[in-house]
């Protein structure tokens, strides 16, 4: 069964702290996404990864960046959170067949 | 470039009923269609796919057909449930330039009350 798992579910920070969200997969799948979901938005995309050590900005990828030092995982860093990043991030992975497959998401607060 | 509309919500229901919900797309080359369904408080998963014109997807009860002359790809459900509540997003991967990203639509949140 294709599992995709990031690292918290809710998260509560400070404005200007260092935020690192976690996305891991267990089914060697080349592609890695970050998205975040607003209401009346949709999801967005901020950043994906087509290979280890390779990414490719999304449409929103300003204030964000990542990490892939490893196929399985695909980080998403907030340098200096700020309160317009409270949101729900979604981390999914994708294989040559073109479907995504999602993580349960992370809902951040920033405060 | 690529686009999806999907039909604002909420779309309230009562149990039995049928459901449509539109999804309509423009994209520069030959995409896949993708129907995903976020139940509350969940990541999206992957409900069905068409993967060329006149493909239906069926899964769990629900189904769409990949319409290439009205560039559509309706979801339909004959009697949905209570349990069918969740927001549907219909997406597309266009597979033309290489880069295979999606193209979300915004959601359409179903209600169904028993």
């Known amino acids: 069964d294709v599992k995709v798992t990031q690292s918290s579910r809710y998260l509560v920070k400070r404005t200007g702290e260092k935020v690192f969200l976690e996305c891991v997969q267990d089914?060697?799948?080349?592609?890695m996404f970050w998205y975040r979901q607003d209401p009346g938005l949709g999801l967005r995309l901020i950043y994906f990864?087509?290979?280890?050590?390779?990414?490719e900005k999304g449409d929103i990828p300003e204030g964000y960046s990542v990490s892939r030092e490893k196929k399985e995982r695909f980080s998403l860093i907030l340098e200096s959170a700020s309160t317009n990043q409270t949101s729900m991030y979604l981390c999914?992975?994708?294989?040559?067949?073109?479907?995504?497959?999602f993580g349960p998401g992370t809902r951040l607060t920033v405060t | 470039g690529n686009s999806v509309t999907q039909m604002e919500g909420p779309v309230t229901l009562s149990e039995e009923a049928f459901l449509t919900i539109n999804c309509t797309y423009t994209?520069?080359?030959?995409?896949?269609l993708f129907w995903y369904v976020q139940y509350p408080g969940e990541g999206l998963q992957l409900l069905l796919k068409a993967t060329k014109a006149d493909d239906k997807g069926s899964n769990k009860g629900f189904e769409a057909t990949y319409r290439k002359e009205t560039t559509s790809f309706h979801l339909e459900k004959g009697s949905v449930q209570v349990s069918d509540s969740a927001v549907y997003f219909c997406?597309?991967?266009?597979?033309?330039?290489?880069?295979?990203?999606?193209?979300f639509g915004r959601g359409t949140s179903l209600i169904v009350h028993p």
């Open positions: 990864s087509y290979d280890v050590k390779m990414k």
């Open positions: 089914m060697d799948h080349e592609n």
């Open positions: 994209a520069t080359g030959y995409p896949s």
């Open positions: 997406a597309l991967t266009d597979r033309t330039g290489g880069s295979y990203i999606p193209t």
């Open positions: 999914a992975t994708r294989p040559d067949s073109y479907e995504q497959y």
